[in-house]
């Protein structure tokens, strides 16, 4: 489980990472003073439906027994934070490129971090 968790975290970050999803950002950022509502809509439409996404699986992999017993919608919350956080950082908010490498190294510590936390023992 633990690549599949990094390769999905990679993948997130990579996505994170891209100029359409910087621009967005760089775009919402923007407008928020003419617009308040404006972040709210976006991250319903993005992070959001990641999270719920995510969460799915999550709750999924608890009934299996492969995910320590925790409410699903937190977990993933929790695994989106580990991974965007260090992001947002070393990427200036969106500023700085990022390299494949440094994506890898978030994705494999918010792996292990989030393993600590809800991985079964055995």
């Keep these: 489980m633990r690549a599949d968790l990094e390769d999905v975290g990679h993948r997130l970050l990579t996505v994170r990472c891209g100029q359409r999803e910087r621009a967005l950002r760089a775009?919402?950022?923007?407008?928020?003073?003419?617009?308040?509502?404006?972040?709210?809509?976006?991250?319903?439409?993005?992070?959001?439906?990641?999270?719920?996404?995510?969460?799915?699986?999550?709750?999924?992999?608890?009934?299996?027994?492969?995910?320590?017993a925790a409410d699903p919608a937190v977990a993933a919350?929790?695994?989106?934070?580990?991974?965007?956080?260090?992001?947002?950082?070393?990427?200036?908010?969106?500023?700085?490129?990022?390299?494949?490498?440094?994506?890898?190294e978030i994705a494999r510590a918010a792996v292990d971090i989030f393993l600590r936390a809800y991985g079964t023992v055995g």
């Design 27 to 68: 775009l919402t950022y923007a407008q928020l003073a003419t617009f308040p509502d404006l972040a709210e809509v976006v991250q319903g439409r993005t992070a959001e439906r990641l999270g719920e996404a995510l969460a799915d699986r999550f709750a999924r992999l608890v009934l299996a027994g492969r995910l320590g």
């Design 77 to 104: 919350e929790q695994f989106l934070a580990l991974l965007t956080g260090p992001m947002e950082a070393r990427s200036r908010l969106g500023t700085k490129a990022v390299t494949a490498a440094e994506t890898g």
